[in-house]
Each structure stands twice: as structure tokens, then as C-alpha cells.
């Protein structure tokens, strides 16, 4: 529950569970890359000051082929977890093994090492062995969040600039008595420190700079261009443009070097300096609508769900008219959903290409229907989805050459809950980008980004 969930141990319904073999578990629909782990990922894959990091990973896991797999199949901005890590121990025994053989395989010394893991300590924890060795490490209960990754760096800034022993586990501040267990060994940033050099500062700016294929971009403070990521916009959906006017919250990262750490969109019809109401109903999340509802002024808000190219794009197109799935997400749910385009590809291994074929489509039309529109990337809220009703079925049911077809899906690939897809287009410009999530959330986009039928629809809902 680190980079991925859930963990491969609870995966009992698959049939080579006792021996970690084929079939294995499937990115996107048995298992999931965490939002914060993507984007770490993609921050030390990308960004040239992370260019000599050596990123490794320790797994005690009795599932090692699957996990070995995973990282095969799990992409981050087209690259596979397996060669964007560089060394990986992954078999069960002793944590501290793993880095022992880390340090000699690297020459890296624990140190200068950062680990994340979520169990602290106790029998099957790993936090507190490893900073035994002398390793920060930052326990992540809840998985790599944006949050514990930002607090570890400039907790490791902090303590290597002040030449402090790293040997420490950095836990997740909690609610609660802070005496207690949850509480002890979190690391307040010192006066003087990096973390705390900065006081956190609002002003109002302009975005000079944006480059959704890589999520992030430059706003102008003063004569300088200040950086941000598209992890610190608010909201998360919010569309940005060179020029758009933004609130942003100053910090400093951990070199100490100035970026936002927040980035507020401000509507075009706001006051210059927008009030606290404003501010707040447009960064706070909502409850996911069933159809639509509006909020700020020239929005809405719908429910979401993700998909994966080349899939996204076969739904998209309407050539995809019948999503199957084996949890019960779309189960009682009907009417407008946008549609989100993950950062990975589907690894099918070109079944849909067979199955469109065997169907007529040419190769023009399946590059076609297997791609985004010119100026849609991956990672945005693409298209508009009129969803229908959502049915279990028997295998038997989808080897049916018509729902085979519907579902550009073999039978024993196909979920087997089937959600009709009874209208989709694309959005008339993308909204993004918008980190995905798992099963159905909310996103606000433009109404002016709908297509007149969308409209019609939440408006008579």
C-alpha cells in the first residue's frame, strides 16, 4: 500500500494466488498506482535535478512474480516502474537485508537514503528497522501521498543541512492526544531551517507558463518565474491558460528554492482580490452529484470516472458502447459522467486491435479510434459519457460476438458487470490536467466545455 493498493497478498479471488503465477494481477482494474506515488514518480522521472537519484524498491512480499509484473505493466509518462527502478529486492525476510544489498549494489550510504513504507514499526513494520540503519523514513499509512512525500524532503533538507543524525521515523501528524504513539518522532520544522525559512505568502499573478504534458508550469512574481505543479491547483479540474489570473500561496521547496505551493484559479468574473468565501467554495470538494450540479459561476460539477488509453479514446469514439467491470462502480448510477484519460496504457497485449479487425475496422480506423483528438493529453477530463443501465453477467453471455464487439473485449478479459454506454462525445476542449482516482469522484469543468446534448441533459435532471 505504498506505491500501489490493494496489497497482492488480499488478491485470494485470482487463480494463481497460491504460486504468484499467470494470470496476473491487472494495472487499473486489480490493482491501482497511487495518485501521490504517480506523482513522485513522475517528478523523478522528468525534473533534470533528480537526474543522478537512484530509485530502488524493497519488498518483503511472498507475491514477488506478480509484483515483478506489475512493475512491468505500470507506466509512468510511457515508462514502465521496472526501468525507472533501478534495483529492486523484492522477496520476503528481513528489510534490513534488502538494504544492506541496496547500499553494496549502489554505493549510496544509508544516509542519503529516503524511504517510504506504510507500516511503522511492530512485527510485520518496516519504518523503524530501517532507521535503525541510519535511513530517514517516512511511514505513509495511507499510501504515498503528495503531503508525506513534500514533508520528507524538506524534513531530509532540514536535517542534512544542519549535519543531524537521519536515523528517524517521520510519522503522519494525527488528531489526537500528540503525547501519544501516533505522535512521537514527527519532526516540527526548526527555526532555521528550510521548512521554516519561508512564512507562506498570497499574491495575485499570472500564469506565464503552462505545460500540461508535463504537469507543470511558471507564474510571474514580480520579475521572476516562480514554478508549480499541477498536484498544488485548486480545484484539482480547473482549466489553465498563459495569462489566466491566479492566487497563489509562496513557499519554498526543499532547496530552498521559491515555488507555489498552492494555485488557485480565479474565475474571469471574480473581484481582483477574491474574498475568503470565494476562495473556499472554490477549492472545496463536493459531494459527487448523480447528474450535475452548478457551483461557481460558468461551472459544474459531475461525476468522474478513469479509464486508460487505448480504451478511454474506443469510448470516446463511441466505437466502445459497453464498459465491463468486475467491481459494481457504475451499479445504480445513470445519466452524464465525464470521462478521465489515465497517464498508462492498458496492456491487452493488442487484443482490441484483433477484435476491431475481426470486425471490419481498418488499420486507419484503429489508430484513429485508439487516439486522442490533437491538443488532448492523457491525465485530462476528455469526453462526456450518457451512462445506462449496469448488469451482471455470464461469461457465456459475453463471448456473444455482438457484446464482444461492444466491449472490444474477450469474454474471459470482460468484468462481469456490463455498464451500457448509451451516448459519448469529446469535451469541445479539454479540462485538466486532473489526477485520477479509483471508482467514480467528482471534478467541476466548464459548461461552455459540454456539448449541447450534456446540457439539455443536467439541465432537465
Excluded at 225 to 244: E, M, N, Q
Excluded at 328 to 338: E, I
Excluded at 356 to 364: F, I, L, P, V
Excluded at 419 to 445: D, I, K, M, N
Amino acid at each position: 500500500n505504498t506505491l500501489w493498493t490493494p496489497e497482492l497478498y488480499t488478491l485470494r479471488h485470482l487463480s494463481g494466488y497460491q504460486s504468484a503465477s499467470p494470470p496476473n494481477p491487472r494495472p487499473g482494474i486489480d490493482v491501482w498506482l497511487l495518485d501521490g506515488a504517480h506523482a513522485a514518480l513522475h517528478e523523478l522521472a522528468s525534473c533534470k535535478e533528480w537526474e543522478c537519484t537512484v530509485i530502488a524498491a524493497a519488498s518483503r512480499t511472498n507475491r514477488g512474480g506478480w509484483a515483478r509484473a506489475l512493475l512491468a505493466e505500470i507506466e509512468v509518462d510511457g515508462r514502465s516502474l521496472d526501468s525507472l527502478i533501478m534495483h529492486k529486492e523484492i522477496y520476503t525476510g528481513d528489510k534490513k537485508a534488502h538494504f544492506s544489498t541496496i547500499r553494496a549494489k549502489t554505493g549510496i550510504d544509508y544516509d542519503q537514503m529516503l524511504f517510504f513504507d506504510d507500516a511503522a514499526d511492530g512485527k510485520y513494520g518496516n519504518c523503524a528497522s530501517v532507521a535503525g540503519l541510519g535511513v530517514l523514513s517516512a511511514h505513509c499509512p495511507d499510501g504515498l501521498t503528495n503531503d508525506v512525500w513534500r514533508r520528507a524532503l524538506e524534513t531530509y533538507a532540514a536535517l542534512h543541512a544542519a549535519s543531524e543524525p537521519k536515523g528517524k521515523v517521520l510519522r503522519v501528524r494525527r488528531q489526537g492526544n500528540p503525547r501519544s504513539k501516533e505522535h512521537r518522532d514527527v519532526l516540527p520544522p526548526k527555526a532555521g531551517s528550510v521548512a521554516a525559512a519561508t512564512p507562506q505568502t498570497e499574491q495575485l499573478v499570472k500564469v506565464v507558463k503552462f505545460l500540461s504534458d508535463r504537469d507543470f508550469g511558471f507564474v510571474r512574481v514580480g520579475t521572476s518565474d516562480v514554478y508549480f505543479h499541477r498536484s498544488a491547483l485548486r480545484p484539482a479540474s480547473a482549466t489553465l491558460r498563459v495569462g489566466s489570473q491566479v492566487l497563489v500561496t509562496l513557499g519554498r521547496d526543499s532547496r530552498a528554492r521559491m515555488e507555489c505551493k498552492s494555485v488557485q484559479v480565479v474565475p474571469n468574473n471574480a473581484a481582483s482580490t477574491p474574498d475568503a468565501d470565494t476562495r473556499r467554495t472554490a477549492g472545496s470538494a463536493a459531494t459527487p452529484a448523480s447528474c450535475g450540479s452548478k457551483n461557481q459561476a460558468g461551472m459544474v460539477e459531475l461525476p468522474v470516472f478513469s479509464m486508460n488509453m487505448p480504451f478511454a479514446g474506443l469510448v470516446a469514439h463511441e466505437h466502445k458502447t459497453i464498459e465491463s467491470r468486475n467491481g459494481t462502480v457504475f451499479k445504480g448510477r445513470r445519466g452524464v459522467h465525464l470521462l478521465h484519460v489515465g497517464r498508462r496504457t492498458y496492456p491487452d497485449g493488442g487484443k482490441h486491435k484483433v477484435i476491431m479487425a475481426k470486425h471490419g475496422a481498418s488499420a486507419e480506423q484503429i489508430e484513429r479510434l485508439t487516439s486522442l483528438p490533437s491538443g488532448f493529453a492523457r491525465g485530462q477530463l476528455v469526453a462526456v459519457v450518457d451512462i445506462g443501465e449496469t448488469t451482471l453477467s455470464t461469461e457465456s453471455e459475453r463471448a456473444q460476438p455482438d457484446v464482444e464487439r461492444a466491449c472490444v473485449a474477450y469474454a474471459a478479459d470482460s468484468g462481469r458487470y456490463l455498464t451500457a454506454v448509451r451516448r459519448a462525445e469529446w469535451l469541445l476542449q479539454p479540462v485538466g490536467p486532473v489526477p485520477g482516482r479509483p471508482g467514480v469522484f467528482s471534478a467541476q469543468v466548464p459548461v461552455d466545455c459540454l456539448p449541447s446534448w450534456a446540457k439539455e441533459a443536467i439541465s432537465t435532471s
